[in-house]
């Protein structure tokens, strides 16, 4: 990881989820090192939040942006995207942070509500998003789009419902999109694991683990924003390998 003190000066950065543990911590991070930030969430007391402590660290005053994803018509995405044109005349970076996990058990016995929500909010509704801000990505310096993933993506286990589901086709859509940007130049799309981290989601599946502080992600989240990020195109970034036996321990939670 690069030490020497990375500056988003300048940079205009929308984050999804940002009244979220993770997504307000990107949020402030990248705003820290001098990004202007669009905080994107449901809930709009919590962006509030995210606003008022970016505010009174100093940090360039964000734009609120509340959004439902799982219920967003196209014409408050592009709304969106013209505040953003309008006011930024540009967008540097897009962190999908918004997630939702309502469910762990059999597949067999999730609803079809519980199942299309998932798929709406971290599937269906990060691609909606990204489509519509895709030209102002693609019109600006060295834009980045980062996708939080989780390693249940990968493991594609049993009792994960259908937030596992998602997340892998999110990772799909993800390298999809690199794929088609690569060698031109003017997109980076990467995936990003976490590990496990002390939030609100997390607590749902393991309520009893103690999880990392959000705030060991922030200089990762910065090194992806970077206009000079130390990561290319189309990686899988995972902030550190959690031992197998941990794993099987917590997950014996998850299937009793
Ligand atoms: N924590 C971990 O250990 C861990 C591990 C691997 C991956 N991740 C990933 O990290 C990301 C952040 O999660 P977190 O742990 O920080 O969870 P979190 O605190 O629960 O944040 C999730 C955020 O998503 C927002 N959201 C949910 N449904 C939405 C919708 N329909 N429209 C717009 N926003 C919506 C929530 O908004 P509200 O404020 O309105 O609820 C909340 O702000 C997620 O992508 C998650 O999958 C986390």
Known sequence: MNTSKPTLDGRIVLVTGAGGDLGSLAAEACAGAGATVILLGRT????????????????PEPLLAPLDLAAAAPEALSTIAGSIESRFGALHGLI???AHMDYLGPLRDVTETQWSQALDVNLTGAFR??????PLLTNTEAAAV?????TEAERRRGYWGPYAVAKAGLEAFALVLADEYDGAGTLRVNLFAPGPIRTRLRRKAFPAEAGADPAVLAPYFIDLMRS?????????????????????????????
């Open 44 to 59: 709009l007391a919590r962006l509030e939040s995210t606003y008022d402590r970016i505010v009174q660290r100093g940090g």
């Open 96 to 98: 999908h942070c918004a």
């Open 129 to 134: 998003l990204t489509r519509t801000l895709l």
């Open 146 to 150: 980062v996708v939080v993933t989780d």
């Open 228 to 256: 000079d990020s130390p990561y290319l195109n189309g990686e899988r970034i995972a902030r550190a390998a959690v031992e197998p036996s941990v794993i099987e321990e917590e997950f014996q939670h998850v299937r009793t």
